[in-house]
Structures are given as C-alpha cells and as structure tokens.
C-alpha cells in the first residue's frame, strides 16, 4: 500500500442479504476498486439507488449486504478504537440521540471508547469547529436542521476520524444552510481531513475535487471534475456528466456553448467567480 | 368562482411546554388568482405554516383568512369554527415529504381516495385519473401497481397527480422540486404553465429559485413568522442576484458584471439569458474586440446596475464567515472551554432523587382511602406542580379527558341493578382509588422534562454497574432506555402528520385536532409504515455513528454526583410523605 493511502477498495460486490437460496439478486455494488487518499476532497455522484450510500457504509466497515472482495484499511484507520469513520446522514433528525449537542457528543465519545477525562475537552473542542460552541447546551428541538448537521459533524471531528463520509448532508437543508454547512466541511478539508461528500447538487463541485460517478452499482467515472465535464474525449461529443442525466450547473453550460462557438477558456470553471475570472483573463 | 387570497392580521400559535408561542402572524397580505407566487426564507419562517394556514390545517388564533368572498372558516351549528366546504374543495394542497404516505393499496384507488370529497361520476373519475397521471409523465400501467412500491421520483409524481386531479383553482406546494429528476421537474413547470393558463393559481414554498423563479410571477419572502410584501420575480432577482444561495445564472452576471464585463440582451422577457445566449454575447465580445481590454467592451447594459454594489457585498459576505470560523477557533485557544464542561450538566436535580422521591410520594399518595387524605395530597401536588406548570401545559387534554373518564366510571361504579338506584357508597369508593391515580399521574408529568436521557442513563448504570460482574448487561439496557426517550416523541409527531395529510385529501372541514373517524382506518397501516421506517432509520443512524457496538467499550465522559440539594430534595418528599400517611391514619 502506498504510504498516503487511507483506505483502499479491491474487487469488492456487494448483494443484498436474501432470504431464498438460489434467488440471485441484483448486485448493489459490482466489483470496485477505489483507493482513497489521505487529505483528498470525494465527490460521489448517482442517481438514487445507485449504490452511493451502500458504498459509503462499506468504507466505514458496516455490513451493507453480502460482500466479497478486499476493503484494506491503513494503519491509520486499523489503530483506531471505536468507529473507524463516522457518516454524517441526510436526515439531521436521525442521529443526533442527547437532549442537546453537548450531551450527543459525550455520548457518541462514550460510546466509541474514549478515555473519560478527555470527552468533555474534545467534546467542547469539536463544537468550537462547527461553531456551535454558544449552542452546547441548547435543546435539540430547538436546533435549526443545519445546526444539527453541524452538531453531527462535530461528532465525527470529536472521536479524531481522519475521513469524513458525509451522505448528502445538504439535502435536506436551506440554500444558506446548505452553504454554510459545506463551507465548514472545506475548511476541514484544507486542514487535512479527508471528505467523501455524496452530493446530488452538482454546484458543489469545486475545481480540482476528485468526482466518482457510479450508475447500478459500478464506477463510470473517477477522475477531476474537470473530466467530469469534458465533452472532447471519446468520440462522442456527450460528457460524463450528460451520458448519466444529470443536469449541468449553469456555469458549466455556458462553458460548453462557448465551446461550441469556438471559445476555449483556460481551464474548466465550475463557479461564476471563477468563469468571470476566466473570461476576464482571456 | 374563487378568486383572490385575502389574509387579515392571520396568527397562529402553538402548544408548548413554555407557553403559547407565536409561529406565524400576524400575516397580511393577499395572493392573486392567475398568478405563480413563491414563498422564499430560511427553514423555520413559518413558510409551510402559512400553507397549512390556508388550507385550513391550522387553527387561526386570530385574524381571517378568505378566498374570494368566502371566509376559510364560519361558526358551524354548534358555535364550534368548521372550515368551508367550498374554499377547501377549490384548494390543493401537497406537504412536504409527500412520498410514502399512501392509504390505499393501489395507485388508482389512491386517486379515489383523493377524489372522494369531490362526488364525481365513475366515467369523469376515470377520465381524471388518465389525464394527471399523463401530466406528470407516469405509465397508466402503473394505476394497479402499489404505491408503496413505485421508485421516490414516481412517488413524487403521484402526490402531484393526486393534487391535479382534483382539478383545484388554487395550488399550495410545500418544496415540489425536492427529489424529483431533471425530467420530473420540467414536467412539473409544464403543469404550472397549464394551471396558469387556466386561471388557476399557486403559492409554491420552496429553496429551487433555480428552477422556479423563472415561472414565477411574484416572490413573496417569509421572515420569522411574517409575510413581507411579495415583489415581481424580475424584481427580486435584480435585488437578490449576489446571495450566496441565488440561481447560479444571477450569480454568473453579477460575477460577469464585476470584472466590468456587460451583457445585452435583446429579451428582457426571462429573468436570466439562456447559457447559450451568454455564450453568443460572450463570443461576439472575443471577436469584436481581440486585443482589446474586455472591460470597456459593450456599453449599452441591460442589467440592472443594483447588481454591482451588490457583488462587492457577496465577497465579503464569504469573508466574513470565513474570518468567523478563525475568531472562534483563536478564542478557544486562549481561554479553554470555560462554561462548557461536563460539571454544567450536573446543575439540575440527580434523577435518581428525583425517582426515588417521586416513589415515596406515589406511594403515600396510593395510601390514602378518605377523603381529607385526598385533599391533602391534592394540595401536595398543587404546591410541587405550580411551579413546574409549564410542563403540565401541552397534557391538559388528556388530563380532562382522564377525568371525565373517572367520573363516568364512577358513576358506573354507583348504578345498581336490584333494585335500580344509585349507590352513593360504591361511586365514592371509585372516585377515591381513580382521584390518587390521577395526582400520582399528575406529579409523573413533568418528569420527563426534568431529566434528559443521559442523565437516566447514567443514574442507571450507576445504580446497578455492579450487576456487571454477574454478566447483567446494564450498559446495553441503559443505553435502550436513552433510545426509547429519543423514540416516544416521534409517535406523536409522525401520527400528527399522517393525519394533517389525511384531513388535507379528504377535505374535513372540522377542525384538524379532531380527525373524523372514517378517516381513522386509512391512517394507521401507512403510521405503522412509517415508524417501523424511521425505527430504521435511527438504527442506521446509531450505526454510523458508532453508538451501540456490541464490541465497543463504553466509557464514562462524566458521572452524576449526590448533591446536597438533591438530599433536601428527598428529605422534603420524606417528610411530606409521613405528613400524608399521618393524614390518612390520624383523621
């Protein structure tokens, strides 16, 4: 194994458990290879049922179905006790168990084994990161639904996890919400932390991101985002992108047009500051 | 008929355990027929309130609402508020999350269900279901598949259908974009088109300004429980083109605008060029001007100039938040976590004085067989109660309904056969047993409140940790008890849910506490459904976070501690309950 590898997939298949015998099902996952590195930004990208938060609980060692293959983690993440990698679900109600942050947070140390004299500094520390520090004790009930996902969040920074597994956080989630709570994981990031952010919004993609698109349970993509987007190669002139359905952000539409007129740009932008930035400097 | 939307000084408040709070209103302000307006604000404005609100889901506390010249609610025969047959039959309704919330076993009775209130012939219903379901692109083979089995986009899709076919004046759609693909979503902006043109009319909450700005005729943003004056959609997206959270094509121009380069447009019909008309306008500036410098190219701007002084707003919107996180971050460093620690959790009463003082009292209250010692213990509860009696506040409807329930059983209890009278003796007896149950409820109530699941947690690992050795598993039924608290609240709001919906497609016009009993039957399978689902869900979620492994070793984070105001807490509930035992010995 590489030595900035965090953890890496071989081979893997997952099915899901069934009840007959011979009836064989339909494959969730089909024989994926997927290495993810120390510090690294994940998009993950699929349509519903597409396999992306199987995927996800497989990388953080949960039984997602009947899997076959090799799921190799770095010693890193094997010397961890408790969780190796933390999700942070869609749904902000779903995880959080204490009557406020601070006592989810003692509770999800707890659980995971941490050392008691330290819970309540780590516990303090991660809320400070998320900025929710003034809300410790609040009410639950009170929270605003990105609040919670910040608390959440904070519960995967308190037990020290070294990847953060984020399955559509911001689904369910207000645009400013949304913003702010994705702004706080890419601060996280730059500090060193690596993120697998399963996203359906395509407009979070930022340049340089590594983007794994997968359709019925297999990789169709792993590369840059840019290469996402890229109508040039294969013949065709259809990107990733479009082959899979999805709807390009209007940045990148506008890129594509230019293309067709004969503009290239420098680079592919993927927000208006930097098309603006790029059309400026051509 | 129909007509306009007219709210007057609308307000509606909620039931809580610190007293009635205000979640929307007062709300003035009207929604024009023929006219698509969209509800914007942050989550929690009370946006989908203000729905339910006209749709009659929500009682008024004060003020009127009106469609046309009809009030939404009138006093019925009894003097009790019903809603008004008429505005309810001409308004749709869909809630948030209308997937998996289906009552009926098929697609096509799932139709019926929602066409009921309307009394229409069999051919007509027929004719209805084909049209709404062609609408928003589902295959007719799918009328006799189970709802429960279509894929979340189709579910999406049927809720829609179910709305459209009743063929409302009036829409109100609570986020219809969420969960639906780019194809679900076009089609959706065709059926608003159509409804439109029809004369139909829309108030559409929702974050998609992307996809739905450009179909609409006004905005109308909700901030904290009010309505603020709706302004054309042209308007406000000149006004909103730097947000953060605004289209991405507003955001794209007013970048563009920035670094001094200006669109023309020829249409000022739509609110933002197409991405193939900005990369025309584009081009034509690469190849007019090639060694030029873009920022002096093209003069003539048809954008509104606000847009510049706003940009300069976005850049620093994003530094400050930025900056922000490094405040807080350079705070902790200097002073460590002053206030938080995991001694600001001890502050309030140990549960097990709280239980253990609750017990005594209970018990001496079960004690008592006349009626002086009720009394006592009634006035007892009174003094322990009055200052917790905010937490009573959201039970008083069953605690009226329990007592009602006492004194029928007692009067019951008093009837005699042979000869037929009335035992005065017997009801006494029944009355007394039921009184004492009744304040030792009392007294249970707040409770709850009073302690939070970790707390319990803890009282129990710490009473029985030393059953541990026998290989008792006290932390796993410790953490169970933490987890049903975390449950019980859910079975109350997952049941009023379903039955908003079901009171919403079946068009009651009673008001929403009281559910009709017709409608009872249809709402508990999907109600069980949904809460072996979000049992589920809690599961999944207790995984991902590594709460619950059977490997794992818990620890403790922190440990409850004997205080001395809980000692007097138990001496007080001592000493009152040898008072009442020598109440009920003495007199």
Same mark, same amino acid.
């Given at each position: 194994?590489?030595?900035?590898?965090?953890?890496?997939?071989?081979?893997?298949?997952?099915?899901?458990?069934?009840?007959?015998?011979?009836?064989?099902?339909?494959?969730?996952?089909?024989?994926?290879?997927?290495?993810?590195?120390?510090?690294?930004?994940?998009?993950?990208?699929?349509?519903?049922?597409?396999?992306?938060?199987?995927?996800?609980?497989?990388?953080?060692?949960?039984?997602?179905?009947?899997?076959?293959?090799?799921?190799?983690?770095?010693?890193?993440?094997?010397?961890?006790?408790?969780?190796?990698?933390?999700?942070?679900?869609?749904?902000?109600?779903?995880?959080?168990?204490?009557?406020?942050?601070?006592?989810?947070?003692?509770?999800?140390?707890?659980?995971?084994?941490?050392?008691?004299?330290?819970?309540?500094?780590?516990?303090?520390?991660?809320?400070?990161?998320?900025?929710?520090?003034?809300?410790?004790? *609040?009410? /639950?009930?009170? =929270?605003?639904?990105?609040?919670? $996902?910040?608390?959440?969040?904070?519960?995967?920074? %308190?037990?020290? !996890?070294?990847?953060?597994?984020?399955?559509?956080?911001?689904?369910?989630?207000?645009?400013?919400?949304?913003?702010?709570?994705?702004?706080?994981?890419?601060?996280?990031?730059?500090?060193?932390?690596?993120?697998?952010?399963?996203?359906?919004?395509?407009?979070?993609?930022?340049?340089?991101?590594?983007?794994?698109?997968?359709?019925?349970?297999?990789?169709?993509?792993?590369?840059?985002?840019?290469?996402?987007?890229?109508?040039?190669?294969?013949?065709?002139?259809?990107?990733?992108?479009?082959?899979?359905?999805?709807?390009?952000?209007?940045?990148? *539409?506008? /890129?594509?047009? =230019?293309?067709?007129?004969?503009? $290239?740009?420098?680079?592919?932008?993927?927000?208006? %500051?930097?098309? !603006?930035?790029?059309?400026?400097?051509? | 008929?129909?007509?306009?939307?007219?709210?007057?000084?609308?307000?509606?408040?909620?039931?809580?355990?610190?007293?009635?709070?205000?979640?929307?209103?007062?709300?003035?302000?009207?929604?024009?027929?023929?006219?698509?307006?969209?509800?914007?604000?942050?989550?929690?404005?009370?946006?989908?309130?203000?729905?339910?609100?006209?749709?009659?889901?929500?009682?008024?506390?004060?003020?009127?609402?009106?469609?046309?010249?009809?009030?939404?609610?009138?006093?019925?025969?009894?003097?009790?508020?019903?809603?008004?047959?008429?505005?309810?039959?001409?308004?749709?309704?869909?809630?948030?999350?209308?997937?998996?919330?289906?009552?009926?076993?098929?697609?096509?009775?799932?139709?019926?269900?929602?066409?009921?209130?309307?009394?229409?012939?069999?051919?007509?219903?027929?004719?209805?279901?084909?049209?709404?379901?062609?609408?928003?692109?589902?295959?007719?083979?799918?009328?006799?598949?189970?709802?429960?089995?279509?894929?979340?986009?189709?579910?999406?899709?049927?809720?829609?259908?179910?709305?459209?076919?009743?063929?409302?004046?009036?829409?109100?759609?609570?986020?219809?974009?969420?969960?639906?693909?780019?194809?679900?979503?076009?089609?959706?902006?065709?059926?608003?088109?159509?409804?439109?043109?029809?004369?139909?009319?829309?108030?559409?909450?929702?974050?998609?300004?992307?996809?739905?700005?450009?179909?609409?005729?006004?905005?109308?943003?909700?901030?904290?429980?009010?309505?603020?004056?709706?302004?054309?959609?042209?308007?406000?997206?000149?006004?909103?083109?730097?947000?953060?959270?605004?289209?991405?094509?507003?955001?794209?121009?007013?970048?563009?605008?920035?670094?001094?380069?200006?669109?023309?447009?020829?249409?000022?019909?739509?609110?933002?060029?197409?991405?193939?008309?900005?990369?025309?306008?584009?081009?034509?500036?690469?190849?007019?001007?090639?060694?030029?410098?873009?920022?002096?190219?093209?003069?003539?701007?048809?954008?509104?100039?606000?847009?510049?002084?706003?940009?300069?707003?976005?850049?620093?919107?994003?530094?400050?938040?930025?900056?922000?996180?490094?405040?807080?971050?350079?705070?902790?460093?200097?002073?460590?976590?002053?206030?938080?620690?995991?001694?600001?959790?001890?502050?309030?009463?140990?549960?097990?004085?709280?239980?253990?003082?609750?017990?005594?009292?209970?018990?001496?209250?079960?004690?008592?067989?006349?009626?002086?010692?009720?009394?006592?213990?009634?006035?007892?509860?009174?003094?322990?109660?009055?200052?917790?009696?905010?937490?009573?506040?959201?039970?008083?409807?069953?605690?009226?309904?329990?007592?009602?329930?006492?004194?029928?059983?007692?009067?019951?209890?008093?009837?005699?056969?042979?000869?037929?009278?009335?035992?005065?003796?017997?009801?006494?007896?029944?009355?007394?047993?039921?009184?004492?149950?009744?304040?030792?409820?009392?007294?249970?109530?707040?409770?709850?409140?009073?302690?939070?699941?970790?707390?319990?947690?803890?009282?129990?690992?710490?009473?029985?940790?030393?059953?541990?050795?026998?290989?008792?598993?006290?932390?796993?039924?410790?953490?169970?008890?933490?987890?049903?608290?975390?449950?019980?609240?859910?079975?109350?709001?997952?049941?009023?849910?379903?039955?908003?919906?079901?009171?919403?497609?079946?068009?009651?016009?009673?008001?929403?506490?009281?559910?009709?009993?017709?409608?009872?039957?249809?709402?508990?399978?999907?109600?069980?459904?949904?809460?072996?689902?979000?049992?589920?869900?809690?599961?999944?979620?207790?995984?991902?976070?590594?709460?619950?492994?059977?490997?794992?070793?818990?620890?403790?984070?922190?440990?409850?501690?004997?205080?001395?105001?809980?000692?007097?807490?138990?001496?007080?509930?001592?000493?009152?309950?040898?008072?009442?035992?020598?109440?009920?010995?003495?007199?």
């Amino acid at each position: 194994m590489k030595t900035n590898l965090l953890l890496q997939l071989t081979g893997v298949t997952v099915r899901p458990f069934s009840a007959a015998e011979q009836e064989e099902l339909v494959a969730i996952l089909k024989n994926i290879h997927l290495g993810v590195e120390q510090g690294e930004w994940i998009a993950l990208i699929g349509r519903n049922g597409s396999g992306k938060s199987t995927l996800l609980k497989l990388i953080a060692g949960f039984q997602a179905g009947e899997a076959s293959g090799y799921l190799d983690w770095s010693d890193v993440l094997t010397a961890r006790i408790g969780i190796k990698a933390p999700i942070v679900m869609q749904q902000p109600e779903a995880s959080m168990v204490g009557a406020t942050p601070l006592e989810d947070l003692i509770i999800m140390l707890e659980q995971n084994g941490v050392k008691g004299e330290l819970i309540a500094e780590q516990a303090a520390h991660a809320l400070v990161r998320t900025g929710m520090l003034k809300h410790a004790h *609040q009410p /639950v009930g009170t =929270l605003s639904g990105g609040q919670k $996902q910040r608390v959440a969040i904070a519960g995967c920074l %308190a037990v020290e !996890a070294p990847i953060l597994l984020m399955d559509e956080p911001t689904a369910m989630l207000d645009p400013e919400a949304a913003i702010h709570v994705h702004e706080i994981v890419r601060e996280l990031n730059r500090s060193g932390i690596a993120v697998i952010w399963i996203t359906q919004k395509l407009d979070e993609l930022r340049e340089g991101d590594r983007v794994i698109a997968l359709e019925h349970g297999e990789i169709v993509f792993n590369g840059a985002a840019e290469g996402f987007y890229d109508r040039s190669g294969g013949g065709a002139a259809e990107s990733v992108c479009e082959r899979l359905g999805f709807e390009a952000p209007y940045v990148v *539409q506008t /890129v594509w047009e =230019l293309e067709k007129l004969g503009v $290239q740009l420098t680079g592919l932008p993927l927000t208006p %500051a930097a098309l !603006a930035k790029a059309v400026h400097s051509r | 008929m129909s007509g306009n939307w007219t709210l007057e000084e609308a307000a509606v408040y909620a039931v809580t355990a610190s007293g009635n709070k205000r979640i929307i209103g007062p709300v003035d302000g009207s929604f024009r027929q023929g006219r698509i307006t969209l509800l914007a604000g942050a989550n929690g404005a009370g946006k989908s309130t203000l729905l339910e609100t006209m749709a009659g889901l929500r009682a008024l506390q004060s003020g009127s609402v009106a469609l046309g010249e009809s009030s939404l609610w009138e006093k019925g025969k009894r003097g009790k508020m019903r809603l008004n047959r008429s505005v309810l039959l001409d308004t749709g309704i869909s809630l948030q999350h209308s997937e998996a919330q289906w009552f009926a076993p098929k697609v096509s009775e799932e139709f019926r269900f929602s066409l009921k209130p309307y009394k229409l012939p069999e051919v007509e219903q027929e004719e209805r279901i084909r049209k709404a379901m062609k609408a928003t692109g589902l295959p007719l083979q799918l009328a006799d598949a189970d709802p429960w089995t279509l894929s979340g986009g189709q579910q999406r899709r049927l809720s829609l259908a179910c709305l459209l076919a009743c063929q409302p004046k009036w829409l109100l759609l609570d986020e219809p974009t969420s969960g639906l693909d780019t194809a679900g979503v076009s089609q959706l902006l065709d059926v608003l088109r159509v409804h439109r043109e029809a004369g139909g009319g829309a108030v559409i909450s929702t974050h998609d300004l992307d996809a739905l700005l450009p179909i609409a005729d006004e905005v109308a943003v909700m901030e904290d429980g009010l309505l603020l004056q709706a302004v054309p959609a042209a308007e406000w997206a000149a006004a909103h083109a730097s947000d953060g959270a605004a289209p991405q094509a507003l955001r794209v121009l007013a970048e563009l605008q920035r670094t001094g380069i200006e669109i023309s447009r020829n249409s000022k019909a739509d609110l933002w060029p197409s991405s193939s008309e900005l990369a025309r306008a584009l081009a034509s500036q690469f190849v007019r001007h090639p060694h030029e410098e873009v920022q002096e190219v093209i003069p003539r701007s048809v954008q509104p100039a606000a847009a510049v002084g706003m940009g300069h707003q976005a850049s620093s919107d994003v530094f400050i938040s930025e900056h922000r996180l490094q405040h807080t971050v350079t705070i902790s460093g200097t002073s460590p976590y002053t206030g938080v620690s995991a001694a600001g959790l001890a502050s309030r009463f140990d549960p097990r004085a709280l239980i253990l003082s609750y017990v005594l009292l209970a018990a001496a209250i079960l004690m008592q067989g006349r009626w002086p010692g009720i009394a006592a213990a009634a006035l007892l509860t009174g003094v322990v109660l009055f200052p917790l009696r905010a937490q009573i506040r959201p039970w008083i409807k069953v605690i009226r309904a329990y007592s009602i329930m006492i004194a029928a059983i007692a009067f019951i209890a008093g009837i005699q056969l042979k000869p037929f009278g009335f035992e005065w003796t017997n009801a006494q007896f029944t009355l007394l047993r039921f009184s004492g149950l009744l304040l030792v409820m009392l007294l249970g109530l707040p409770m709850l409140a009073m302690v939070t699941p970790l707390r319990v947690q803890r009282a129990i690992e710490q009473t029985f940790g030393w059953l541990s050795r026998f290989k008792v598993p006290v932390s796993s039924a410790a953490l169970t008890v933490t987890l049903i608290f975390r449950f019980i609240p859910l079975l109350g709001s997952e049941w009023q849910r379903f039955a908003t919906i079901a009171h919403a497609r079946g068009k009651a016009t009673t008001q929403l506490g009281s559910l009709p009993v017709a409608m009872l039957f249809p709402v508990i399978i999907p109600y069980i459904r949904s809460l072996l689902r979000l049992a589920e869900q809690l599961a999944d979620a207790l995984e991902a976070r590594g709460i619950g492994n059977p490997n794992g070793k818990p620890t403790r984070g922190f440990v409850l501690q004997f205080t001395a105001r809980d000692a007097l807490l138990m001496l007080a509930a001592l000493l009152s309950a040898t008072l009442l035992i020598y109440v009920n010995t003495a007199v």
